[in-house]
Structure formats: structure tokens, C-alpha cells
């Protein structure tokens, strides 16, 4: 792709981000707030300990410099907001600096895209091929046939990161510009970097332990043990104790340097009690739409069914919290309460074929990205206390796939739709209503156009959505009636007190069932890759 | 899913976001009693109209009182403020209840507000936008699409009608109606349009003489009873038009008399703060008040808004045709906003509807002309809170500039007639030396601008001149406008539609 299209693409989503400066904030914008107070003017052995705020320091200690860095640059906007009682504290010059540093943090991302953008070059050689193939006969490709440039445009402008970093207010541009940097490293098969910038990763936000099985595992296959057998099986013997070396020291230096001075100082424990509160619930406060949230339904259904045919008392139900109450723990009636440590058993074992069969064959770019992508399904589906925006762990990657190959490109597009529009009830303000809309109406309008050009075929269906089965068709379609009852309906009918959890459930739950349909799906598409394989 | 329709979808829905989110800043007069805002104004304007009977709505009285924004828009805004004020009434009574509601402002109202400009824009504006773009024919789709949301971006609307709060785009909306209808032969659909645009906006008088010289000069055109005949349908459409929307007021000669002295207020200034218009610039140096009576100012500027009309209408009345017609609604508009009585800062946007138009023709001198238009408004939007979204819409539009119209020119000397007359007088002087000259211009004046407005907003003025930003704003402003005036001038005189006039000649000799 031709830099100046990628410069001008970084150009419009930049002035979008600017202009969504006056939108609503979340707590989350007192919460980093409240870091930048506490890294500035708190020493380090305080930094895990201060509880003046209820929003206490709980990323890792990377986080934390990451904090003390912005909070010099904030003393020139205004100093007051470095203060850790000033609690709530958002005068116009805070706003700004805590917006922009969020932007600018985003040229991370922008960097990072840029070298993924080269790598698909690699990946997508067969089918660039065909393109320019189907193409040179024309005079000048269209735009949207140029994988590069779709995937700038699907990576630059997603809208979970979008609305999630500049409205709701968080810092993913800069950590997903991390993980695409490492990935990026990796594809490039320069492994060590990409293993360096993933530790450093982790130590920004822990959230990303959700795919670090497949780092481990793609990494100890490929680069450890650097050959293979004819049927693609690892050669126990080609080990080379070298990587193994390299690796660990890259690893674990950037943990010495994170972690180190904490442990230094004897407060390991405290760190981590912060990084891993316990106690805090199955389902968050609104369900992110995953497995718990179908279970959560089953539930509900049982025990009403339970309660009419008096098998369960009606005073041995808890006061059960609907969906948008408090965070707190969750005891279901008709079917088993599930412990942190069900989940943790849940979630590996989902991963478990996903890491199997990455071992198990040479590994290539493309096996290690599907590994991620389900390491991230897993733990979004079956963790403990999953937010709805950890579905950005999963789209980000699978973007990547989905400009290679047509298969994934289906994935892609019900998952994006159904995965984004999940995130809706995070913006609950009225005034933001028509912007998450219009982002959501475009960045879904280009994502099927693009996709449907690029991986376009000769057999079009009727009546469906490009690249979508008539099934997957109506259920997006669905999702849209969805919205309207939500945002119009629900208060229409005048239900807003009797029921108003009804329209965040219904979201949760009907979004749920598509995750957990492209979940199945993809790892049908991974799995069934290998026998392909096998075959030829 | 067709993808030459999905990518117009995404077009507008770019749009609409651009417009919503500008939409979250502040409004004129948020939280500063007593007076408040234009914003207030519009409010003040549905708790009339639902409140009173339509005789008391321009008469002062006990109920009504004038000095707190009476109403001075034409009979049609105060219909449309009544039809908000009904649905503002059902969603809430406290936001127009008489009285009582005064400086009423909260998050839902602002909502509410904000929602009845975008529905207006969303209605009449947008789609004859689309419409003209797409009934370029020279274009490909992708080029069409582009050049829709380029003007569309256009910031100084969306600035003025989603961030100070007004409701331009349903005047502007209704006069690029017309403009659309005249350029495809229904003269009567099109004068009924540009009535109701003058209905809405009293400020629509600025395109007027454009149209009625057009008007006339097509019936001029064509055989004696042809022209007659459709001189006489335009005439009893426009008549028509107007009687309609009038119809309440009619009844009285009073009543009739009261909202015109309603619309026109002679007896206020003859500009409202700091414009960039020729008075206000030659007031730097020249005290009129000293010297001339309020009388005389008014004559005065009559008599060279007058003057400063003849050669393009003139122009334009003996040889009508569609590209004159488009330069004669920019030189006639901005000869008012220049001369006339009574300009506001924010007339300048009716002199950039007919530039907008031309856009795809004249990028350059367009781009130029509207970044500056946007400019001149900066002292408002100061006031307002508009800063930061100003200058990244305005930013956002130059990049769309540079991306959307790539394919239609890029060549700054296009069309420009001083290169025109260079190239057949002075063949010896290379081409090239008028585009570094132009382009080296053009950035000179932009910097300049981004200088005096970082300026005016970091710097405090000293206490002997208070006004010393926005004066040299509207210095620099005004300074440029002149130069646009005579640019389109002699744009305007210069072109001459070849086929039209070949066509006219063939049809004269048989």
C-alpha cells in the first residue's frame, strides 16, 4: 500500500478521535486520574499502597511509569489535577491532556499497523496474486480490493477501540499497538523482538495473560525446537538450547525490570493482590456477552420453570441481581454456582485443541494468529469476571485473518457486528447515542463492503449480507431490531420500571449466542485447516 | 449489498457523525444569564409561537416582550419553531412554558435542540447536497460520492448550525433546491423554493437578484409569447408561495406592516459587533458616526450595494446560463455581506453555499475562500467555546479537499483568469511561475490566519484596544473578501458558455 493512502487514512481517524474530545467520560477517566496523582506525587513504595481514591492502582508496575511519564507532561496543563484528594477533579485542561495523551499514546498503534500492513503483504501473497490477476485487466485496482488497505482502515478505525479509548476513556490503541508490534515481529520471524514486546505487554495490563498460552506455546515450537519432522511434527532433538537461553533472558528481564523493585521492597504480595482482586463476581455488572451470560439465562429460565412446578420454594431465592446491578458475587438457584476455579478448568480446556494443534504442526504465521484469536475466544468465553471489552482481544487479531482468507473473513464479519454492537450498553449516555451509531454504521458498512469485494465470488446469494449464510443474515439483521427495541422500544412500551434490566440482557444474551456461534465456527475452520493440510 | 451505494451510505453517515459530534460542544450564550444566546433565541422563539395566537407573535405586549429576542425571522421559522415548540411542549411543558421557561437549559433540552437542527439538515440539506453531485454527469461515482461529502464538510455551517446553534442549513437547503430546479429547466419548482428560503430567512435577499435576473434573462431568451407566458407561471408561483406562508398576516395591513418592520430593522447598527465587511473594516480608520447621521449611513450603504450589483446582474441578465448563474448568487451575496446594512458575522455562509458549488470546478479559489469564511466567524466562536472544533473541522475539510477532489483538479491556476489572459498576452512567461505564485499565496494566507487566530485566543489584548483581535480578524477577513469579490467578478464576466451561446445563436437565426 502507497504510504501516503495509509498517512491519509491515520489523518481522518486522528481528527475523528480529536473531535470526539467533548464526548462523555466513564469513571475510568477519574481512574487514570487518580494514577497520574498517585505516580506524581507519591514515591514507589507507595504506589500499591495509596487508598485515598477508590480507584487504587491495580495494572502492573509498567503502567504505573507509563503514568509517571504523562504526569510530568501534565504539570504544564494543570497542576491541580496531580493532586491525590482532589478527587473527581476534571477541569478543562485535564480533560484535554488526559484526551490527547490518549491520541497521541495511539501513534503506537499507528506504527504498529504499519508494519502488520507489510507483513499481510507476505501473508496474503496467493491471494494478492489473484487479485492483481483479476485486476490487471482493469486500469487501476479499486481500493477496496488492496488487503493493506482494508486492513488499515479495519485495524485503524475498529470501533471498539475507538469508543472504548476515546469516549469511554481508556488507554487499548496504545496496548493493542503493543500486541500488534509483537505480532508483527513475529510474523517477520524476527521472534526474539516480538517475545520482548509482549513480556513488556503483559506488564502494562495483565489482561493479555488471556493469550499468553499461545505465545508460549508457538514460541517453544518454533523458535526453541527449530526443526521439524516430514509430518510436521516437532523433532524432540532439534532443540536449541541457544533460543531457549535468549528467550528467557529477553522474558525475563523485562519481569526483573517491571517487578523487580516491588520485590525489592517485600511488597510482591501487595502488587499482586491488586493486580488479581478476588471477590469480585462470575458476570460483570452488564454481562459481556460470552458462555456465563447464556448460563446466567439457563438459570433464570430453570428456576422459573422450577418455581411453577414448586420444586424450588420461592423464598429460597436470592434477591438475584439482574444484569446492571453492582458488582458483586452471583449465586444462581436452579443450576450450580460456578467457582473462579470452575472458570479457570472451563477456559484452559477450551484452549487445550487450539494449543494441541498449533504444537503438533510446523507452525506458520497464520496457525500461531488462530491460536491467539481462540486463546482470547476462551478466556472472553469461560473466564471469571469478563468485561464486554475484552472482545476487542479477539477482533483485533482475527482482522488480520479475515483480509487473507475468505473463511475468516466470515468469522470476522459476524463476530465485528455482533461483538461491537455488545458494546454498546458501555455508552449509556443519550448525547453519545448518535455518535457510536454513525461509528458503529460505518466502520460495519466498510468492513462488509471491503471484505466482499476482496474475497468476492462467482456464486452470490441473494437476499444476504456479503460473505454471510441466509442464517448469519438474519441474525445480523436481527441485531439491528435489537437496537431499536433497546434505544426506542423498550421505553415505548413503557416498561423502563418493571423491567429495567430487559433491554441490557436481551443485548448480552442475544449477542452471546453469535459469539459463541463464530467461536464454534472458527475452531471448526482451524481444525479442519490441518486435515487439508494432511491431504496435500 | 450494492458497494456503490454502501460507500454513499458511508459518506453520509460520515457526515451526520462530523455533525453530531461537533453537536457536543457548547452553544451561544450556555449558563450566561441574562440575555443568554442565539440558542435562547430559538427557544424564547417556540414558547411564543406555542404560547400566543399568531397576531400577538410580532407585536409587543404584555405576554410578549420584544426586547427579549422578539421574533424577527419570517413567517415560515416561526412556523417550523412552532412545530419544535409542539414537540418540545410533548416531551416536556417546562421547556416552553410562558415565561417561566426563560434561559430553560438542561442536558435534555440540549439534546432536544440538537436533534431538531440535525433532523432539518438531515431533511432538506443533505439530500439536495447528494442531489447536486449526483446530477454531475462528467463524474464517476467515486468522484461524486467524495465530492458530496466534501461539501458536506464544510465547517463553517456545521460550526454555525451545530456549535453557536442556528438553523442555516434549512434556508441554505432551500435555496440549493432551487438552484438544482433552475439548472434543470423547472423555473417554476425553483422560484417556489428560493421563496420559501426567503419565507425562512429574510437574509436569503442576498441571493435574489442573481435569481431574478436569471429568471428574466431566460424568458428574455426565448420566443415573445413562450417568454411572456413563463414569466407570468414563475410570477404566480412566486406569488403563490409567498401568499401561502403569509396567509395569517395578510389580513391586516398592520399586522403586515409590523412583521415586515419586524424583519428589517433599520434602526439597529449597521453591522452587529466586529464583521468583515467593508464598513466595519473602513470604521478602523473613519468614524462615520461622527460625521453622518444614522439616515445618511443607510443611504449610503443602499446606494453602493446597489452599485456594487449592476455588472454582475447585468452580466447575468443578457447572457444567462448555468455556470454565470452559480458566479452571480457568489458576487451578488458577498457585494451584500461587503456593503449592505445590518450584516451579521454569520451572512458570510450565504455567500458560501454558491461557492461550495462551485467547488469541483474551482477547488482551489473555493477551498481558499470558504477556510477563510470560516475564519472570519473565529471572534463568534471564541465567545462561543468553538475554538478547537473549528480549527479541526476546518482541518478535516482541507484534508477531504486534498483527498476527495484529487481526481477532479488539482492545478491551483485553473480557470483563474489572470493565467487566461497571461498565457494568450504573454506567452513568453512559463506557467509554472503562476502556480508557485498561487499556491505560495494561498499558504501565506492560511498561516496568516492560524497565526492571528492562535493569537487572539492566547494572547490578551492590551486594556487601551480590547477589540483588537477581533478588528484585525475582520481586517484580514475583509481584506481577502474584497479580493474574492473581484476575483469572481471577472470570473463571472469572463466566462462564456460556449455551447449555451452556440445553441442560442442557431435557435435566433432559424
Known sequence: MAAPMYFSVVVTVTIVKLLLIPSYRSTDFEVHRNWLAITHSRPVSQWYYEDTSEWTLDYPPMFAWFEFLLSRIAKLFDPAMLEVTNLNYASFATVLFQRLSVIVSDFVLVYAVYECCQCVQVLCCFRCCQCVQLVGKKKSPHLLSQPMFVLAVLLLWNFGLLIVDHIHFQYNGFLTGLKLLSIARILQRRHLEGAFWFSLLLNFKHIYLYIAPAYFIFLLRSYCFTRSNRDGRVQWTSLSL??????????????????GPFIAMGQLGQVLSRLFPVKRGLVHAY???????????????????????????????????????????????????????????LTLAAMMPALVHLWRRPCTPRDFLRCLVLCAFSSFLFGYHVHEKAIILIIIPLSLLAVESRQDGQVFLLLSTCGHLSLFPLLFTQAETPSKVCLMLMFSLFAFMSLGVLHSSSKKRPYCLPLLSPLETAYTVGLVFLQL?????????????????????????????????????????????????KQS | MDTRFGTLCTAVVFAVFVRWVVSLNSYSGMGKPPMYGD?????????????????????????????????????????????????????????TSLFASRGYESYEHKLFMRYSVLIGDVVIYIPAVLLYCFLQKKFTHTQKVLLSCVLLL?????????????????????TLWAVIALSHRHEVLGSAAFMLALCY????????????????????????????FSLCCIGVSVLATFAFVWMPFLSDKDLFLQVVHRIFPVARGVFEDKVSNFWCSLSVVVKFRNFMSHEGLLK?????????????????????????????????????????????????????????LLLPWRPFTSTWFLTIATFSMLPLLVKDGLVIATLITSILFIIAVELGLQGVSSDPTIGCPVCIWSSKNLPWLPHRVFFYAVKSGFYASLMGALFLGLLSVVVPPPSSLPDLWPVLISVYSCSHFIGFTLYYHIVQLMTTDSKETAAQKTKKTQ
Not at chain 2, 464544510?154 to 456549535?163: N, V
Not at chain 2, 435577499?205 to 424568458?219: T, V
Not at chain 2, 457568489?330 to 453555499?353: G, R, T
Open chain 1, 242 to 259: 541457544m533460543n531457549l537461553f535468549g528467550l528467557g533472558v529477553v522474558v525475563l528481564e523485562v519481569f526483573a525490570i517491571s517487578f
Open chain 1, 287 to 345: 454481562w459481556a456477552p460470552n458462555f456465563w451470560a447464556l448460563y446466567n439465562i439457563a438459570d433464570k429460565a430453570a428456576t422459573a420453570v422450577a418455581v411453577r412446578a414448586k420444586l424450588l420454594s420461592a423464598d429460597d431465592i436470592t434477591k438475584a441481581t439482574m444484569t446492571g446491578g453492582l458488582v458483586q458475587e452471583y449465586t444462581h438457584n436452579a443450576l450450580p454456582t460456578i467457582t473462579p476455579l470452575v472458570t479457570v478448568i
Open chain 1, 485 to 533: 427495541y433497546c434505544s426506542l422500544g423498550h421505553h415505548t412500551l413503557g416498561l423502563t420500571t418493571r423491567l429495567p434490566f430487559l433491554p441490557l440482557m436481551l443485548t448480552s444474551v442475544y449477542c452471546a449466542v453469535g459469539v459463541m456461534w463464530s467461536w464454534l465456527k472458527f475452531y471448526l475452520i482451524t481444525l479442519t485447516d490441518m486435515q487439508h493440510l
Open chain 2, 39 to 95: 440558542y435562547e433565541a430559538q427557544r424564547h422563539w417556540m414558547e411564543i409561537t406555542t404560547n400566543l395566537p399568531i397576531k400577538q407573535w410580532y407585536f409587543n405586549g404584555t405576554d410578549n416582550d420584544l426586547l427579549y429576542w422578539g421574533l424577527d425571522y419570517p413567517p415560515l421559522t416561526a412556523y417550523h419553531m412552532w412545530l419544535c415548540g409542539k414537540v418540545a411542549e410533548w416531551i416536556d411543558p417546562d421547556w
Open chain 2, 154 to 174: 464544510f465547517p463553517g455551517l456545521i460550526i454555525i448550525d451545530y456549535g453557536h446553534f442556528q438553523y442555516n442549513s434549512i434556508s441554505l437547503g432551500l
Open chain 2, 201 to 228: 430567512k429574510q437574509m436569503s435577499l442576498y441571493h435574489a437578484m442573481p435569481f431574478f435576473c436569471y429568471l428574466l434573462g431566460k424568458c428574455w431568451q426565448q420566443r415573445w409569447k413562450k417568454g411572456f
Open chain 2, 300 to 356: 449610503l450603504c443602499l446606494a453602493t450595494t446597489l452599485l456594487g450589483l449592476v455588472p454582475s446582474s447585468l452580466d447575468l441578465l443578457f447572457r444567462p446560463s448555468g455556470n454565470k448563474f452559480k458566479l452571480a448568487l457568489v458576487n451578488s451575496s458577498l457585494v451584500f455581506f461587503l456593503f449592505s446594512f445590518q450584516v451579521h458575522e454569520k451572512s458570510i455562509l450565504l455567500p458560501a453555499l454558491p461557492v461550495c
